[in-house]
């Protein structure tokens, strides 16, 4: 099985700041990679498809590169409501998925 | 639009059985899969597996064997998480979700179930 790592776990930043939160398959995926952003007591959005593909009405801010193993999702100007927790998702062997285990975004 | 609908959240005695029901609309349910996702209280995403829903044939992760069954009802296009012998380690909000338009991604997403195990 495909495991995900993500880090770090916990991220502070301000508004304005860049933030960029990496994660690494234990084989190749190719880009097959999506991120998501979830806000308490909601469902999971997705942000990022196909390792750098923005999803439909995401915000430009969000970009995502990488390819193999490593890949990165960078919030370029962080937003008051871009405080949340993201995940990444590999999907080389869709439709068996595997999550990372978050990265949490919290106010300095 | 596209859209999943979950059933309300649910308090079960330990060894007891649960059903949370996904309801589809806005596309062709029988096009694409459902997935079922669980999040543990305060935890990450855990996929549980996926169901074919022009088959009907799932297919569960590993540490979803045996007393996770999804089914489906493809004339009220609706997908099904029966859930048998509850222990206190289900606690959390399950999920569906499909991929639609992202390939390989879950773009759609049901607002989430929560079970409760208590006695």
């Known amino acids: 099985d495909i495991q995900m790592s993500q880090s770090p776990s916990s991220v502070s930043a301000s508004v304005g700041d860049r933030v960029i939160i990496t994660c690494r398959a234990s084989q190749g995926v190719n880009t097959w990679l999506a991120w998501y952003q979830q806000k308490p007591g909601k469902a999971p959005k997705l942000l990022i498809y196909?390792?750098?593909r923005l999803q439909t009405g995401a915000p430009s801010r969000f970009s995502g590169s990488g390819s193999g193993t490593d890949f990165t999702l960078t919030i370029s100007s962080l937003q008051p409501e871009d405080f949340a927790t993201y995940f990444c998702q590999q999907a080389n062997t869709f439709p068996l998925l595997t999550f990372g285990g978050g990265t949490k975004v919290e106010m300095k | 639009q596209e859209q999943l609908v979950q059933s309300g959240s649910e308090v079960k005695k330990p060894g007891a059985s649960v059903t949370i029901s996904c309801k589809a609309s806005?596309?062709?349910?029988?096009?694409?899969?459902i997935h079922w996702v669980r999040q543990a209280p305060g935890q990450g995403l855990e996929w549980m597996g996926w169901i074919n829903t022009n088959s009907g044939n799932p297919t569960y992760a590993q540490d979803f064997t045996g007393r996770f069954v999804f089914s489906l009802d493809t004339s009220v296009q609706t997908a099904y998480l029966q859930i048998s012998s509850l222990k206190p380690g289900d606690i959390g909000v399950y999920y569906c979700?499909?991929?639609?338009?992202?390939?390989?991604?879950?773009?759609?997403w049901g607002p989430g179930t929560l079970v409760t195990v208590s006695s």
């Open positions: 806005g596309y062709t349910f029988t096009k694409y899969p």
């Open positions: 196909a390792a750098s």
């Open positions: 979700a499909t991929q639609i338009a992202s390939a390989g991604a879950l773009d759609y």
